[in-house]
């Protein structure tokens, strides 16, 4: 027999990233895990309408999502309990920035990518971020055959759940490739 646990979301663990945006003509960057995958090229995010990156998304109509290691929760937890208002974050990292010039993006982390926003859905206390990746970059140490390797980013997940920071496991299994061993394949 299940049990009944309420409304729980069971959707975590979640990649968590550093947003970036520029606000009054500064790099600005927010800790985020409610970030999803709409198609391939198609990003999507949450956020609550307290939070000062979202004026500069909504200025700009661009951000950056970049993908921190574990090796830096400290600096990537850090971001989600300050806020941009009263903390200077610019000075944390080294910023770059691709052909928007608007969405800054952090040279330490290995991933990163360039978005363009494309929709932006007042959803009551938060604001729904749509956007499109118009570049990824990403260090040569993170590739293997040259895709992206999740083992080498070490990519932090986070449970909002427990509020406790994950580790990616191994791979098990190939996508798309298993499934025709079952037996009514």
Same mark, same amino acid.
């Given at each position: 027999?299940?049990?009944?646990?309420?409304?729980?979301?069971?959707?975590?663990?979640? #990649?968590?990233?550093?947003?970036?945006?520029?606000?009054?003509?500064?790099?600005?960057?927010?800790? =985020?895990? %409610?970030?999803?995958?709409?198609?391939?090229?198609? /990003?999507?995010?949450?956020?609550?309408?307290?939070?000062?990156?979202?004026?500069?998304?909504?200025?700009?109509?661009? +951000?950056?999502?970049?993908? #921190?290691? *574990?090796?830096?929760? /400290? /600096? *990537?937890?850090?971001?989600?309990?300050?806020?941009?208002?009263?903390?200077?974050?610019?000075?944390? +990292?080294?910023? +770059?920035?691709? /052909?928007?010039?608007?969405? #800054? =993006?952090?040279?330490?982390?290995?991933?990163?990518?360039?978005?363009?926003?494309?929709?932006?859905?007042?959803?009551?206390? %938060?604001?729904?971020?749509?956007?499109?990746?118009?570049?990824?970059?990403?260090?040569?140490?993170?590739?293997?055959?040259?895709?992206?390797?999740?083992?080498?980013?070490? #990519?932090?997940?986070?449970? =909002?759940? *427990?509020?406790?920071?994950?580790?990616?496991?191994?791979?098990?299994?190939?996508?798309?490739?298993?499934?025709?061993?079952?037996?009514? +394949?």
């Amino acid at each position: 027999m299940k049990n009944k646990i309420g409304t729980l979301n069971a959707l975590y663990p979640l #990649p968590t990233v550093l947003v970036g945006t520029v606000i009054n003509g500064k790099p600005n960057y927010i800790t =985020m895990a %409610h970030v999803g995958v709409l198609k391939a090229n198609i /990003v999507c995010m949450g956020m609550a309408k307290v939070h000062f990156s979202g004026h500069g998304i909504i200025e700009n109509k661009t +951000f950056s999502i970049n993908v #921190p290691s *574990t090796k830096q929760t /400290v /600096v *990537t937890d850090y971001c989600g309990v300050v806020s941009g208002k009263n903390t200077d974050k610019s000075e944390l +990292f080294t910023s +770059f920035y691709g /052909v928007m010039k608007t969405a #800054p =993006m952090i040279e330490e982390f290995a991933v990163n990518m360039e978005c363009k926003l494309i929709d932006h859905l007042d959803y009551g206390s %938060h604001d729904i971020f749509i956007g499109e990746i118009v570049n990824t970059f990403c260090d040569d140490s993170v590739l293997t055959d040259g895709q992206i390797d999740l083992k080498k980013i070490d #990519p932090i997940l986070f449970d =909002m759940n *427990t509020r406790k920071y994950w580790q990616l496991g191994d791979s098990y299994a190939k996508a798309w490739s298993i499934g025709k061993t079952h037996p009514k +394949f």
